[in-house]
C-alpha cells in the first residue's frame, strides 16, 4: 500500500495570477470546470489573491458572481481562496468587523477553504480571520511564508506552525512564493512540524517554481510526510507559476506516493488551457524560464515585473539589476519580512526610490509605516535611524500593538460611502468591494452592467499573428 | 563530510543543439570559454550528436577547427562528445577501419571523453567505437539509452550495463533523451548498476527535461549513488533541453551532496547566454514548457518538431496529434527501439507516412532496413508481417549479423572519392566529413574559405524588434 498524496490545483487563480498577470476572463474557464471538478484534486483554489482586484479593475465582472459561478460548477469540489488576513484582499488592515462580514460572505458564497497567511508572519495579524472562518465551520487554514534571512531558521517556522495549531487551524501552509525552498529545508520543516503538531496535522505545502528546484522540495517535501501539495495544469505552469500538476502525478509514480488524479482528465484540462493561453500573450510574464538569481535577492517573479513598470516610468529601465541588489539591503533595514503582498511591493518600491534617488532619502508613505510597526511585528529589529527618520516622515509613532487594535468600526461608514455611490446594489457583498478598493469599486458599480470583459485575443486574431511570424521565419515577410 | 557529485555542463553541445536548433556559431561560445573552463566542471560536452552536421550545412564552420579551438580556449577541461558509435555522426553504419580512423582524430584533435551509443542498444554496434577509444587512452563511456516499453525493466538495463562494463567502459552513462526517467525507476538502475557492476563503477546520468519531472530524477539518482550528473546553464535550459545547472547546484544545498560549482562564475556563464539566446530566436523549439504527454508516446521533443516541419510541407499540419498516436504502433512494430537519432527520424517519419497513406501502405528505405535488421537487433521481435513487406520492398534479406559485418573497407575508396571535390585539403578529417555528409561537405570544401557564418541577429536587430512589440504592446503600433 502506498501512501495518498493530496493535490490543490492552482490554474483558476495563482496559476494565471503569476503567468497571465490575473487576466483569465471567468468564461475562458467554465468551460473545463466540469473536468477540473472530476480530477480528484483535495481542493481547486479559484478566488482570492489578486483575481478581485483584477475583476473589477479589467475584466468589468463581479468576483462575488465569480465565486457562485464557481460554487455552481464545481459542487464536487472544496473550494479555496488565498486571504490575506487582516488585510483581506486589500492592501490596508481592516477592522475586525469587516474583517468577519467578509469571512461570512465568503463562507456564504461557497467558499471551503481559507488560506490565511500575513505578510510579515505576524500570528497576531492572522488571529480575527482565522477565528472568523472558524466561527463558520470552513476549513481554516494556518500560513507560514517561507523565506530565508540570517534570522529564519527551520526551527523559527516549526514553533510558528506550533502557534497557528493553538489557534485552532485545520491545516498548516508553507507558503513558498519566491521559489527559495530547497529541497533539504522543505524536509526538515516539514518533518519538524509533523513532530511538532503530531502526525495528524494537515500539511499542505505551496511553492513556486521560478528557481527551478522546487519540484524536487515537493517531492522531499512529501517523503516528510506532507499531505497535500499544490500544483497548476502544465499548460499554464511553470516560470514565476507552478510545478506542472502531470509532473507531479509522474515524479509519484513507482514511489511509495500516489495521487488519485485521473490522468485523462489532466490531459483535457491541459489541452484547454493550452488553448487559451496564447490568447493572453500580451499578458504574459518574461520571466519564463528558471531564475536562480532569485536565491540571493529573495524576490518573487511577480515584484521584479512591478519594479520594472516602475523603473520604465522613470525611464530607467536599465537600472533593474541595481535595484535588485538594493532589495536584500532594503529588507535588512526593515527587519527582514518575507516579500508577499503587500511588503514584496512596499520593499520593492522603497529599493527603486533608493537607486533612483539615494539611499532612504525620499520614504515611501507605506515603508515608513512598515518601519513603525503599523504592518506588524517584523522577525528581526528594524533599523533605529530608519524607524525614526519614518516617524519624522510620517508624522506618527511607533507601535508595538497589534495594528488592527488601533482602528475604530468602520463597517456603517463604509456602507453608507458605498450607498452614495452609482450602480451599488445594497449588498453586503458590494459593501465589501468598496472597502477593499475605494477608488475602482465606483467605476466598477457604474459599468457592472455591461457584463464581463474579455481582455484576450480571439482565436482568429492569434492565429493571424502566428501565420504572419511563420512567414516571416520563412522569409516571405 | 558531504559526497560530491560533478557536473558535465552541456550548454556547449546538447544546450543548444536542443533549444536552439545546433544553430549557435562558433563565436557566440568563445567568450564565455574561460568562465566555462574554471567553473569546476566534471567535463564540458562541446561536440558531436548534431553539431557536425551544423557546422557544415548551415554554419560554414569546419567542425575540426571548432574542436581544436575549443581544446584551446578549455585548457583545464575533460572535453566531452556524444557519438552515435557504428554511426559516427552520419546517418549510416561505417566500416570498422572508419569507426578508427574518425575516433583517432578526434582524440588527436583535443576529445577527451567520448560517449558512445547506439540508436537500438545493440551492443554489438558499440564494440569497436569502444575499442577504438580504449586504444587511444580517453575515457570511453558506454551509454544506454533509456526508453520505456513492456519490454525495458529496470534489470534489463543493469544488464546492458553489465555487458558495457565487461567490453571495459570507464563509465557507463544513462541516456534519457526523452525525459522519460522518472525519479523512482532513475533510484533503481542507478543503485542496480552499483550493486552489478561495483560501486567505483562511475555512473553518469543525462536527462533532458522535457516532463518537468527529471531534475527529482537527478536527485534519486544521487541519492542512489549517480556521481556524474548533466546540466545546461540556466538561460539555456527547460524545454527540450536540460535542467538548470544552477538548479541544480541549489537542489543539493543543505543535502548530504555537493558540487564544486563556482556559482559565481555560473553566474557569468548564465548571463552570457542569457544575451545570447534571443539572437536565435528564430530557430527556437516551439515546446518551451512541459510536455508530460510524452510519457504515453514516448517522443523526444525534437522529433516532435521534424514531424511538424514533414507534416507541414504535405500540407498536413493540423495532423500532428494523429501522427503522435500512431508513432507507440510503429515503434511496436519495429520492436520497441529506444527513439533517438537515427530511430526516432525513422520511426517518427514512417508514422508520417502511414498517418498520410494508411499504416505501412508506404516504407521508407530506412524503415525497411530497420526492420530487416539493418541497424542491428531490438529488445523486441519485430513485426513478421511488415519484415517481409520490408524484404520485398528493399529486395533484401533479413540479418542478424552486426551490420558492419557486411561493410567491405572503404577508407581509400572515401579518400579517392573526397580527392575529387574542390576544396578538399587532403586531411583525414576532411575525408571522414565527406564520409559523413557526401551530399553536403562538396559544397562546404568549395565555402569554406569564406569563413564562418553567424546565423543570428545582430542585438540591434533583437532590440529592434523588441521596441516593435512593445509598441504594440502598448497599442502604439
Ligand atoms: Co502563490
Ligand atoms: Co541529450
Redesign the interface.
Known sequence: MTRGVEVTELVLRDGHQSILATRMAMEDMVPICEEIDQAGYWSVECWGGATYDSCIRFLNEDPWERLRTFRKLLPNSKLQMLLRAQNLLGYRHYEDEVVDRFVDKSAENGMDVFRVFDALNDIRNLERAMKAVQRTGKHAQGTICYTTSPLHTNDKFVEMAKRLQDMGCDSICIKDMAALL????AYEIVKGIKEACGDEMLVHVHAHST???T??SL?KAIEAGADIVDTSI??L??GPGH??T??L???L???EYHTRLDKSRL?KI?EHFAKIRPRYA?FESKF??????I?ESQIPGGMISNMESQLGQQGAADRINEVLEEVPRVRKVAGYPPLVTPSSQIVGTQAVFNVLMGPFKVLTGEFADLMLGYYGETIAERDPKIIEASAKHAKKEPITCRPADLLNPEWEDLRSQAEKLGGFNGSDEDVLTYAMFPQVAPGFFKTRDDGPKNLSQTPEQVAAAAAKAAAK?NGIT
Chains 1, 2 share one sequence.
Do not use: C
Open positions: 530547497k529541497p533539504q529545508p528557481t527551478g528546484v519540484l524536487v517531492m502544465s499548460s505552469s511553470l510545478n506542472p502531470e509532473a502525478v509522474a515524479m509514480e513507482g514511489t490531459k491541459k500580451e519564463i524560464g528558471v531564475e536562480t538569481d536565491f521565419r
